[in-house]
């Protein structure tokens, strides 16, 4: 179900956690690593710009500072993809990669079209504490048409899904991928919904029925209280290792639009956030 998962590299720790877990599901899917490195061209145009213009501008000679940062910035790329493809050839898979530069989310977005998903750290270079989210990734999560994997805060397995269910049309989405993989790797899911008394009851009996229907192993969970610590709690208690989720909440109880962010700064590890 994954054919091709594009990577987002930048060499921070949070980027090698994100191809740790990419090798892990392409062990189960034979999956071709697409390896981006993507240099953010405004910190190329910067320099410049204090004193010429722009650095693509026709016929605008570029001033040696700029000049001496772009092949820094290009040789660490170069560093970078190289580690992580010889990393990948050892874990036995295929691997491409792919040199940008760029705004980092615009380039991300449309190196994915050709990719089944994306997958990153949670934070970059920039950002080192627990529990927060760099700025790349909170965009992606919100722009991405394609399901985004959001690592954790270690490797993890992969093997133990969750799915956190509200009705609503991405978390349907959500709902179908988790029972594929579930499906694909022959191993149980457990769909949790947060409400109250019937409501809820009424929304996991329509996600039984849904998984009913196919060859997979399932049980369902309501919760009550807030929505994203409420989840964090089962996935603690339950031993999950990967989460799923909508990008938008539905008409009922949730707005995940706000909980998709909540819940990766609560929880460490890896989530999907389907559209």
């Not at 010889?86 to 898979?93: D, H, P, S």
């Amino acid at each position: 179900m994954f054919a091709r998962l594009l990577v987002g590299l930048d060499g921070s720790p949070g980027a090698d956690t994100a191809l740790d877990v990419a090798i892990s599901l392409g062990h189960r899917f034979q999956t071709t690593i697409l390896l981006a490195a993507v240099t953010d061209i405004r910190l190329l145009e910067a320099p410049l710009l204090e004193s010429t213009g722009s650095l693509w501008a026709d016929g605008v000679p570029a001033a040696p500072v700029a000049v001496e940062l772009r092949q820094a910035m290009d040789e660490r790329a170069a560093r970078i993809l190289d580690a992580a493809s010889a990393k990948v050839a050892e874990a036995g898979l295929a691997s491409e990669p792919v040199r940008a530069t760029g705004i980092v989310v615009d380039e991300l977005l449309r190196l994915a079209d050709v990719a089944d998903a994306l997958v990153l750290g949670r934070r970059g270079e920039l950002h080192a504490a627990p529990g927060t989210l760099g700025a790349v990734t909170t965009r992606l999560i919100k722009r991405a048409t394609k399901p985004v994997l959001v690592a954790g805060e270690r490797p993890s397995a992969c093997e133990r899904p969750v799915v956190a269910y509200d009705g609503g049309e991405t978390s349907t989405h959500a709902l179908e991928l988790a029972a594929r993989y579930a499906e694909a790797l022959k191993r149980p899911l457990a769909v949790v919904h947060v409400a109250d008394a019937a409501a809820g009851d009424a929304l996991l009996a329509k996600a039984a029925a849904f998984l009913s229907g196919l060859n997979v192993t399932f049980q369902t969970h309501r919760l009550s209280g807030d929505v994203a610590p409420a989840v964090a709690a089962f996935v603690a208690a339950y031993g999950a290792d990967l989460l799923v989720a909508g990008a938008h909440g539905g008409r009922h109880s949730w707005t995940l639009g706000s909980h998709a962010e909540r819940l990766l700064k609560v929880t460490a590890i890896p989530v999907i956030i389907h559209r």
